[in-house]
């Protein structure tokens, strides 16, 4: 009998997103072939529209709580830096129904982040992150900052980009 450490990025992945939400780790695999037409995956990097670009990560592990994490930058192409501070404004962070289907978090100032990549070309993007986000109340058909923030530490990411 072998424990596997449940904590560990699968070695053979290609394309993976982890992190630690209030020092509980979460793992999301890529998972292709999903949705109508088989042409869905739970991880994704391009263009969104024409003024900018998104990383998008989620998991299927729980359909009414994928846990969705989006980043998104100014630009509409691949990041030209390394290193890209999250600010809610240019660049920008959310997470949706995270472990139940109203539990949303977005980053607003003064709260901040960061996203370092590792590896940055049309093939691949790797790196690592950390923010905090206020979590979000819905108040009729509005969504409200609380003062709730989810700490996010230790993220890591690798995803073939789209576009």
């Not at 053979?12 to 037409?37: H, I, R």
Request: proline share 4%; glycine share 10%.
């Amino acid at each position: 009998n072998s424990c596997k450490d449940k904590n560990k990025i699968d070695p053979d992945a290609e394309e993976y997103f982890s992190f630690y939400a209030d020092g509980e780790y979460f793992y999301y695999p890529q998972e292709k072939g999903l949705g109508f037409g088989g042409t869905g995956q739970t991880l994704k990097a391009g263009k969104s529209g024409t003024t900018a670009y998104r990383i998008y990560a989620y998991s299927r592990k729980n359909p009414v709580a994928t846990g969705a994490v989006s980043f998104g930058f100014s630009e509409n192409h691949i990041p030209d830096n390394d290193t890209i501070m999250l600010n809610g404004a240019s660049n920008t962070v959310g997470i949706s129904k995270f472990k139940t289907q109203n539990s949303n978090y977005e980053l607003y100032p003064p709260l901040t982040g960061s996203i370092i990549f590792t590896e940055r070309n049309s093939k691949k993007l790797t790196g690592t992150f950390e923010f905090n986000a206020y979590k979000l109340k819905q108040v009729g058909m509005e969504w409200q900052i609380t003062d709730t923030i989810i700490h996010i530490t230790q993220g890591k990411f690798s995803i073939i980009p789209s576009n």
